[in-house]
């Protein structure tokens, strides 16, 4: 029965040579995942779906052709194909589930909110991956409030002393290649967007970190606060990844958390 399984679940994928590149893709997609069996409560707990996944997405995740915008947009389209045609099967909940813990092992937390929205939060799998989307959701909550304080030895909360009609609130951490294309992108846009000024927070204390960033980015106001105080802030804002990127209004209300590489022309627009 399980050498079965592994025949129905491994296969050969063959193609016509005049079928475009789209073509080929969901072809290829629609072999790998219209195998899931209806009739299979512990299909979720088996190989074979982690197998699945790692066949979708390993490939987008390691392309080193495409820029890191290009990626996101490219994992972020498939993986809304994948929770749709997921979202009809009496099991969806399980391998929702499992989809948040793949991007969690391939260190890409960028899309767990997109996964977030088809979850039931009463049938995830474990203690575990519940306070993870318990933690997710409070962040989603934080829209239309005040700002969590930015505090500062030299001042109580900087997000005061910086005036603007709307503020880009990012919190900054490691100079990954994710990081640095996401910052470059906001640097291009804000630098067009009148009345509107960067607000970075540096999740260091590191001074030639803090050098080095003010050289890239001499124009935007920038904090760092000490290494006691980042605790509270990342708790604060409930940071799941950094970059993470907050519209604020002149009173420092969040409007609006940005998705990774999402214009501030489409953010302002619909506000």
Not at 18 to 41: A, C, F, G, M, R
Not at 47 to 71: H, M
Not at 186 to 205: M, P, R, S, W, Y
Not at 208 to 216: C, L, V, Y
Request: neutral net charge; charged residues 25%; proline residues 4%.
């Amino acid at each position: 029965m399980f050498s079965k399984e592994i025949l129905t679940h491994t296969q050969t994928i063959f193609y016509e040579p005049q079928w475009d590149t789209k073509t080929i893709e969901t072809k290829y997609l629609n072999t790998v995942w219209d195998q899931i069996p209806e009739n299979d409560s512990l299909f979720y707990n088996k190989p074979f779906f982690v197998g699945k996944l790692q066949a979708t997405f390993d490939g987008l995740l390691e392309d080193i052709n495409k820029t890191e915008s290009e990626k996101y947009q490219a994992i972020k389209k498939r993986l809304t194909w994948l929770l749709e045609k997921l979202s009809k099967h009496v099991d969806k909940n399980k391998y929702y589930n499992l989809c948040l813990r793949y991007f969690g092992s391939k260190g890409y937390p960028y899309v767990l909110s997109d996964i977030d929205a088809y979850l039931n939060e009463t049938q995830l799998l474990s203690a575990q991956d519940k306070e993870g989307f318990v933690y997710r959701e409070k962040q989603r909550h934080l829209l239309g409030e005040k700002a969590p304080g930015i505090k500062l030895t030299t001042a109580d909360n900087f997000l005061e002393t910086v005036t603007a009609q709307k503020k880009v609130l990012v919190f900054v951490g490691d100079n990954t290649p994710f990081a640095f294309q996401l910052l470059e992108s906001l640097k291009k846009e804000a630098a067009t967007k009148e009345n509107t000024k960067v607000v970075a927070i540096l999740l260091t204390d590191n001074k030639e970190s803090i050098q080095n960033f003010k050289r890239f980015y001499p124009t935007w106001a920038l904090a760092a606060p000490n290494t006691d105080d980042l605790n509270n802030i990342i708790e604060a804002y409930k940071l799941v990844y950094v970059p993470s990127v907050f519209v604020l209004d002149k009173d420092n209300t969040i409007l609006k958390q940005l998705a990774p590489f999402e214009s501030l022309q489409k953010a302002f627009s619909n506000l």
